[in-house]
Each structure stands twice: as C-alpha cells, then as structure tokens.
C-alpha cells in the first residue's frame, strides 16, 4: 500500500517501480543480445586475418581500439561497463559504423519517428474521439453504423497492410490517365534528392510531402481504436447515474454531453492515451521499413540484422523507458484525475 491520498508518496512508489523495472529490462536485453549466433567483432577479427594477413592477436588489439571495448574482459564485466554507460548516456560507438557514436545515431533518426507516429496519433486521437462520442450519442443517426463498422474493420487490419494499401492507392495505381498521386520517389526516404536540410521551404514541403504517407498509415492504424473506446466509455456515462439525473433535471443535451458525459468518458481515453505515446517507437518498425524511412525503427532493423551489439541496446533502452514512463504518466495522470487510486496506492492497471 502506497501512501493514503498522499501524491509525493504515490510518486516516489512510482518512480521507484520505474527504476527497477528498467533495470530489469536493461540486464535482460544485455544478455539476450549477446546470446544471438554471430559475434560481429569477431568476424571483423577474422577478416583482419584474412585480409592483411595481420595475427589474431593484432587483429583483435585493433578491433579493441576501433570500437572502444576490452575483448579480455568477461561478460559481468562488459555487464558493468555498460550499466555504468548508461547511466552516463555514453552507449560507445556503433559497429556498423565505427568512430560513430550511439548516442548521436539515435538524436539523428528518433526525430524523424517522433514525427511520423507522432503526428499520426495525435490526428487519429483528436478525430477518433469526436466520432466515438458522437456515435454513442446519436446511435439512432444513419452513420453511426458506418462509422462504427469501419472503426471495428480498421482496427483489426494489420498497420502493415494499411502501408502497402495507401503505397498502392497513392504511388502505383494511375487516376485518369495523369499517373499516381505521389510520385513514387516520394514514398521512400525522409526527403528528395538534392534538398538542403534546414528551415527552408523547399526542405520542409519535401519532408511533408514523403512523410505524408506514413502518417496516414499510422492515423487509419489508430483512429478505430480510439473511436470504439470513446464509444464505449460515453455509452457507460450515459447509461450513468449522474447522467439520468443531469436529464431529469432539464439540462440541454449538448450542455449535459459537453459538461456531464465527455469529462467523465474522457478518464479512462486519456490515460490509454498516455499509455500508447510510449508504444508508438515500437510501432514503427515494419512501417518504416516499408518507406525506407530513416527512423528509429529502420535504424533498429539494420542494427539487429548487423549484429550491432552497442546500437540494438540503446534503442531497445530508448524504447523501454518510453513505454515505462508512459506508464507512469498514465498512472499519475489517472491518480491527479481521480484521487481514489491515490488512496487505494494503485493505479488503473494494478
């Protein structure tokens, strides 16, 4: 039992769950990494041997000093060694690019992703929300069997499909003879050929126009779940106590929706929000990979397929504490919401 009604102690609880949970996590990627076939120092070893005709012994002295590792070292102490990186950000460099380190690998792609799923989250929430209420308010209207019909159908199709659908609608499929509405080359990359990066026009029209697909992608993945929860929960508040009495007592309908029904159904959608902000780097892993979109996701796909033992650990560590510090806005959230869960030292997922 954590506290009762106490926020500090409600948070420190939290924080200390967090703590532990992310080193759990952290020690588990560590080894399972390392438990993988193929060792890519040791190829690099082996091609220094084969190429140069160097020795082991200088072949692996070199790999020491291009990748900055001890190869003497056993494995508790790498163990330790990175524990103690991480604490300080200093991941080392990456193996597939030697000299280059993590950490700026990863402030170079995380924006690009951040972009994308961001923005397509944040479109499907606002818009989903909207429908899910009005749905469930008008469940007599003649489209609230389409749009529930379509939230229900867009939810249980893979985000996968939904990219080679849009690829196929926006860059390959002709319309009137004028050819396809995206230029090929514009659903592949981050931006066109030939743009300097920058706050230009120029660069800030192409990074829309190449990203635009994808974020559609992540919107129509997204936007039937929030609909259906939405129409879920404004159902439950309306069928509610608090509810029949706003009625009773001759309150307008849009005053008792507005007032009444949509702060009390928006409880629950707003931690579940809070919740998914940090599923969306996980989320776009095939996605990228389909638009060849230089994200995090791709970057972690090239990582795992090299063997890039230093890059695959930091990405899966970004990715870990995103989703453990979602979770624990979602649970503060919930808790500042709702004192209750302050009370009962919980919050709405246990």
């Known amino acids: ?30 080894f399972l990494i390392r438990l ?5 120092i040791e190829r690099y070893i082996q091609s220094l041997v084969v190429q140069y005709g160097m020795t082991y012994e200088e072949s692996s002295a070199r790999a020491s000093a291009l990748f900055a590792i ?3 070292a056993n494995l508790f102490s790498q163990y330790l060694d990175y524990l103690s990186g991480a604490i300080r950000l200093d991941f080392g460099t990456s193996f597939l690019s030697p000299g280059v380190p993590v950490t700026a690998i990863i402030a170079a792609r995380l924006p690009w992703t951040l972009f994308t799923v961001g923005m397509g989250l944040l479109f499907a929430f606002a818009l989903g929300i909207v429908l899910g209420a009005l749905a469930a308010y008008r469940r007599d209207a003649w489209w609230e069997p ?9 939810s249980a199709v893979p985000d996968f499909l939904i990219a080679i659908f849009l690829i196929l ?18 659903l592949r990359g981050n931006y066109g050929p030939g743009v300097t990066p920058g706050w230009n026009w120029a660069f800030l029209r192409s990074v829309w126009g190449h990203g635009f697909v994808p974020i559609l992608t992540y919107f129509f993945s997204q936007i039937g779940i929030w609909v259906l929860l939405m129409k879920g929960s404004t159902t439950s508040c309306l069928n509610s106590d608090y509810a029949t009495i706003a009625r009773a007592r001759g309150l307008r309908p849009e005053k008792i929706l507005r007032s009444y029904i949509g702060r009390n159904a928006m409880l629950p959608i707003a931690t579940e929000f809070a919740m998914r902000l940090g599923f969306i780097l996980g989320g776009s892993l095939i996605i990228e990979q389909l638009f060849v979109y230089q994200g995090l996701g791709l970057e972690l796909l090239k990582a795992t397929s090299n063997r890039d033992y230093p890059l695959m650990q930091a990405i899966f560590l970004v990715m870990t504490v995103a989703i453990v510090l979602s979770n624990l806005f979602a649970e503060l ?9 302050r009370q009962e030292g919980k919050g709405p997922h246990g």
Do not use: C, H
Request: glycine share 12%.
């Open 146 to 154: 389409v749009v529930s019909g379509t939230s229900s159908f867009l």
């Open 333 to 341: 959230l919930y808790g500042v919401l709702d004192p209750r869960i």
């Open 169 to 186: 609608l926006f860059g390959v499929f002709t319309w009137g003879g004028r050819g396809s509405i995206v230029p090929i080359f514009q």
């Open 1 to 30: 039992m954590i506290g009762k009604g106490s926020l500090p102690v409600f948070i420190a609880g939290k924080l200390l769950k967090v703590v532990f949970t992310v080193w759990i996590v952290t020690t588990l990627i560590f």
């Open 36 to 40: 993988m076939p193929s060792n890519p």
């Open 70 to 72: 001890d190869l003497e």
